[in-house]
């Protein structure tokens, strides 16, 4: 297969794509160039970290199959516009959690120390140790984990050895799993927010969870405590977050933020980044060779199972349930020509196929085709079926 590569990845991953027989090409780049570049190469699977993929480079990829975000989110690429298209999107959930964990409790740690503005003084040449040796101390306090995924729950797992407790909500958490992680249950992110000390953010971006952290979230925290978001920008009104900052003493520390910079270099130009109330990293939650070794080598395997197999693993955009009315199922001798004949009874029928799977029994003398539709079949669907040659049973039910 032919692969365009939009991010740095690792040497040993390009290494095996190439050894595995894909023609693989290297393009980092971004916005218009890499529309140019999709245009020109039309390759069958773009490789992406960060770099956002938008409809019109879609349009422009009449041959892409396949897109694989080497990372968990995929919120950076037009998904509904892939699914229009028939492209396929993947992703690599869980291999950078325990970076951006660690990036989580650096950060708590961070703020607690006043670590960053320790080092700022000091290049300025200047000793603060009165200002600086105040900190409170993480042990005994308690951290809201809102989102108990794999990152949240190895967040979680980290807060515990070092003594703290932790309070979670998340939208399947069950009280038995609860128990399991040594976390107490909260019914709403709402309910985390009042009874934390240190408040952090591991949602998947969603309609659903856009703002989630807004005015009633920053109302009901403590005033002064910390809150931390190393998943997405869309999770959190900054409108609000400002607000608690300067009126609740709120002291943030944040990994990404909305209208964040797609280029890798340039300039900054987030209002908030120089607020004395925040402290910000460059959306490194997931940068370090760990990770980068281990969702690299998932999107290879996703790569390869597709080249192998046809089926895609990790796949975001393929409907778990469909529209589909009926179940038609033909038993038939395995022989060519067999199911062109009952699709095209289908047809004639007016009914739409949504899906379909085909099953060879032991010998490959016969096989079975179930076929979910949506439509009104006509009365005489299944004998129509049934008069095609080698085709040995038909039935249709209602779902």
């Known amino acids: 297969m032919h692969i365009l590569i939009a991010d740095k990845l690792p040497e040993n991953s390009l290494s095996t794509l190439q050894e595995g027989g894909h023609q693989v090409s290297i393009e980092l780049t971004s916005g218009a ?9 039309q390759p069958q699977v773009l490789i992406v970290r960060s770099t956002k993929v938008t409809r019109d480079m879609l349009k422009a990829a ?25 492209i396929f999107v993947a992703n690599c959930p869980g291999k950078n959690a325990s970076a951006v964990a660690e990036l989580t409790i650096g950060l708590m740690v961070a703020m607690d120390r006043l670590i960053p503005d320790n080092v700022a003084e000091a290049r300025r040449n200047r000793w603060q140790k009165a200002r600086f040796a105040k ?30 407790q932790v309070v979670a909500w998340s939208r399947s958490l069950t009280e038995a799993r609860a128990q399991a992680l ?16 240190i408040v ?3 949602v998947a971006a969603t309609p659903a969870t856009r703002h989630l952290a807004g005015t009633d979230f920053f109302r009901a925290m403590k005033p002064g405590a910390f809150f931390i978001n190393t998943t997405r920008g869309s999770i959190v009104d900054e409108t609000a977050l400002r607000r608690a900052i300067e009126e609740k003493g709120i002291r943030a520390a944040v990994d990404v933020f909305e209208g964040e910079p797609s280029y890798k270099t340039g300039e900054l ?7 004395d109330g925040i ?19 998932e999107a290879v ?3 390869d199972c597709y080249a192998r197999q046809g089926s895609v693993l990790n796949c975001v955009n393929v409907a778990v349930q469909t529209s589909a009315t009926h179940l038609l199922t033909v038993r038939h001798l395995d022989r060519v020509g067999v199911l062109a004949a009952v699709f095209d009874v289908i047809r004639k029928s007016n009914l739409n196929v949504q899906e379909m799977e085909n099953q060879i029994f032991i010998g490959e003398k016969a096989a079975v085709a179930r076929i979910r539709v949506t439509g009104e079949p006509t009365p005489n669907l299944c004998q129509a079926i049934r008069s095609a040659d080698h085709v040995l049973a038909a039935e249709i039910i209602k779902l």
């Open 279 to 297: 402290y910000l990293t460059h959306h490194i939650g997931a940068s370090t060779q760990q990770a980068q070794e281990a969702t690299a080598s």
């Open 62 to 86: 009449r041959a892409l199959e396949l897109i694989v975000r080497a990372g968990a989110g995929y919120d950076s690429i037009d998904v509904a516009a892939a699914s229009e298209r028939g």
């Open 301 to 303: 395997r996703i790569i």
């Open 269 to 275: 130009n987030w209002e908030l980044a120089r607020h």
């Open 200 to 202: 952090t953010l591991h």
């Open 135 to 164: 900190a409170t101390g993480l042990r005994h306090r308690t951290l809201g984990i809102v989102g108990l995924g794999r990152i949240g729950s190895e967040v979680a797992r980290v807060a515990l050895t070092m003594g703290m």
């Open 33 to 41: 160039a890499l529309c140019a570049a999709l245009a020109r190469l």
């Open 182 to 197: 040594g976390v107490t249950r909260e019914n709403t992110p709402l309910a985390v927010a009042a009874l934390a000390d």
